[in-house]
């Protein structure tokens, strides 16, 4: 989006909670070829960004938590809109698509309670009732604060499923769905690849599924040598970070990093740690 380094070479001042709405705007309508008009509230909270997806939905964006992350990182606004209209534009391919569901297109995404939240509110802004919101996301519980959705992710994009699409498959909506998404999530292993040694490793994939890659850890611990039971960091959705817990020194520094990646990446997930027990991720004690 070269358009951004024009938007942000001005001298706007970025603690300006308007003039961060007014760009963020410009840019939803300049890269998505769509028009934008603010609702304007008292503070970012209550305003929001209504554009159309080419389908003509009407999308809303609430403008109080991107607000907030451009002036606490000014110096990263750019990367905050990219990540917030490659969002969008998924949202819309999402609502607009009428296209069916390949089965081996199923994959798992580790998601936070709080992207749950805001996906809520905005498509509760499109007028959706509670009943029609629950439908529109399937998601399970995984540990705390993280959740997995669940995603049909082909050469049209990606897109997240609704109960019926799953049913339109032939799927039930609990743990055959799961384990599908595992299975098709798994055949993406030889891709894999690890950085780092001496018991801190973090593993790579494709920077959509690498954090959602921590619900194959039986599978990744072969390949990576760990002092103890692992310790995860999953900070972002494309960051997955591995070390042992009798590693003290390795075990603060995955925490250490973790609140790092997680305060300037747009694509947050949890600064906790976690561990692996009876074949489930459990936050760590």
Not at 52 to 75: D, I, W
Not at 105 to 120: G, H, Y
Not at 173 to 180: F, R, Y
Request: glycine fraction near 8%.
């Amino acid at each position: 989006m070269s358009f951004l380094k024009k938007l942000f070479g001005g001298k706007s001042d970025p603690q300006n909670w308007r003039e961060i709405t007014k760009s963020l705007a410009h840019a939803i309508s300049t890269s998505l070829n769509t028009s934008t008009e603010i609702e304007w509230g008292p503070g970012p909270a209550q305003t929001r960004i209504i554009s159309k997806s080419p389908g003509g939905s009407t999308m809303t964006t609430f403008a109080g938590n991107l607000v907030v992350r451009c002036q606490a990182q000014p110096e990263n606004m750019r990367e905050i809109f990219e990540a917030h209209i490659e969002t969008l534009a998924e949202d819309m391919r999402m609502i607009d698509s009428g296209q069916t569901v390949v089965l081996t297109d199923v994959l798992p995404m580790i998601k936070s309670q709080e992207w749950l939240e805001v996906a809520r509110k905005q498509m509760q802004a499109t007028g959706l009732t509670g009943e029609e919101l629950e439908k529109r996301f399937i998601h399970r519980p995984l540990q705390g604060e993280l959740i997995v959705v669940y995603v049909a992710d082909s050469e049209h994009g990606m897109a997240y499923l609704s109960h019926s699409q799953v049913a339109e498959i032939g799927l039930a909506d609990g743990e055959e769905l799961h384990q599908t998404a595992l299975n098709n999530l798994r055949r993406k292993l030889g891709d894999v690849s690890y950085e780092g040694g001496g018991g801190r490793y973090a593993v790579r994939l494709d920077n959509n599924y690498d954090a959602s890659l921590a619900l194959l850890i039986e599978d990744i611990l072969p390949n990576i040598e760990i002092n103890g039971q692992p310790v995860l960091a999953i900070p972002s959705r494309d960051e997955l970070l591995i070390c042992g817990d009798q590693d003290a020194e390795s075990v603060q520094s995955l925490q250490d990093v973790a609140g790092e990646i997680f305060a300037v990446n747009p694509y947050t997930i949890s600064k906790q740690l976690y561990t692996w027990a009876d074949g489930a991720i459990v936050l760590l004690k």
